[in-house]
């Protein structure tokens, strides 16, 4: 019995036709994001096959936004509000003695300098560098643990021991994971380039996305450790959309440390003075800011007041070079 | 004749099949109203409390205060020598236990993470907590954390399982039927809330064991914040205000004793840590019927002051404890 008319049936099969086809590219969507949950995309291990010594043990974990706090608890919303997007984490046993092991933590924090904002947030004060990771990669060993900054990945092995085999096997993971997982020419972070090139402290940069020193108008911000009359100060810089948002961001900031029981101070250094330069006591260390072009520039909790104002006139000239 | 005819087959056709579609819309709709719970899981369990009885969240768990036994400060390396010094100052573990007593032990195992990195409650202060009890004829002591994050796994490599078990004690794993909804009485944040309760209800002594961390929200997590662990749900969403619900879950329990462990302090990268180099020896361990004064001293091996933690001058203002905790006169000893 014909129960349909020609049009009718017509449109039932284009409904039909087009809810498979969403249902297909669901799948197909499916597909390419558990692809995502293979580590043998990050070179470590295909399935339960050994890399090296080390042998996956248990299942891949996977975490997104919404469930991130049920591995991290609360460290979840640093991740997030540097832009994290996806956690795979994955256990590995040493073959060779079965007490040695480590996690492997890699956050796709969607992009290079989310990813080295969160790496070098954590960066422990006694780490050691690792050097051999290639040019746009950062990576340091800390007692038990391996961190890297891996263009849009940060990645972490924590170890389960202090152990110098463990260490050394990670290590060797480590390197393997840079060469095979380069980062790309976009993956570079420019703004590292425009500390000073002399007294910077290399390795000792910071980025921080959000909430630069507890003020929320402050984003963006590059610091490092400078040596400054013999001693280290942090300085700090960042980039603003035009001239105009730099003086207001330094003045707000100013603001802040005021209303924060900051005490202005005034300087020598015509440099400073010139540079509309704001300085505060703020509770015995010295804060300088200052707009530079596009730039908001600063000195931050230094204990020396002739090292920092030394330190400050060097980022002026520095970032006037950036801007010229 | 035959297109209107087949015109009007389907037009019926389309009545029909639309008719039905809407009643199977609204059968569903029936169904998930008739299955909607306004009061959450465990619902039916908030009632029941302590022992049988009838009680209304979780039962007050306390002790008698004596002035100048509220808190001790024990310097060692040794956890199992300080716990038992600290407990001991306070007046012995008779003070807190009674022969017959069920005890709940709720350290931070929040972490699959091995002993080492000092993200959970170190398995030797649980050794030596689970055997005081049984020393003092307590019939059952249990173990419990709800450990969002596969417990099985943070109970294992975190050590506690192995310790708790091997001292006699009964672990328990979170399940979905041990929660329920909680209100607390003046709260703001935890209203209705799923919280872990059912362990607590069989118990009558409640002992929170707390490792001393850096906290990257709410800069320090000690005995208060061990709390956190009992919030079901999607308890994430309190990190935004974890002050106040650090504050709010101190106003909701009522513990036996806190200690706070401080032999390995981590000092930067908490709650989770990571490396060995977040962490510092700093020998200490301190017990206490005061959540307030044991984490406000606690603040000082993490190089904080008790006015840069806001949790504690809320929880002081609520009545919980003294943040003040010289004006308690804490009792301090050293064992080597």
Redesign the interface.
Known sequence: MQLLSGRARTLESAVGVLILLIMIATAVGIYFIQRDFNMARFGIASGQESQGDFTPVGKVETYNNDNLYEKIDGKAPMYQEAGFVKLTAQRFAAQSNSELGFELYVYDMNNAKNAFSVYSRQKRADATDLSDLGALAFGYVAGNEICISLGKNYIEMIGSAESNELVDGMKGIAKDLSAKFKPTDNDKIAELGYFPVEGTVAGSWKLQIDNAFGFDGLTNAYSAQYKSCEKTVSIFFSMRKNADEAKTVAKNYYDFLITNGAKAITVDSEILKSAGALVVDFYGSFEMVFPSGVFVGGVHEANDKQAAEKAAEVLIGRLKEIND | MTEPN??N??RR??LIRGAKAAASIAAAVGVARWLYDPKGPGAKNEEVGFLGTSVKGLPDFSVPRKNGQVISIVKGQDRAKTVNKAIELLGGIERFIKPGDVVVIKPNV??A??P??GATTHPDVITAVVKLCYEKKASRVIVTDNS??DPA?CFTISGIRKAASAAGAQVVMPKNSYFSPLTLAGGVLIKDWPIYCAPFTKANKLIGIAPLKN????AA?MTMKNWYGLLGGR??VF?QD?NNIIAELAMLVKPTLVILDGTVTMM?????G?????LKKTNTMIASCDMVAADAFGSSLLNLKPADLPYLAIAEKAGVGTADYESLKPLRAEVT
Do not use: C, K, Y
């Open positions: 087949q015109e087959i389907a056709q389309l929040g972490f993470t091995p080492l990195l969002i994050n796994s906290h990257h929200r709410s997590s308890r994430n990190h974890i930067t990268n908490g709650p989770t990571g490396s060995v180099s977040d």
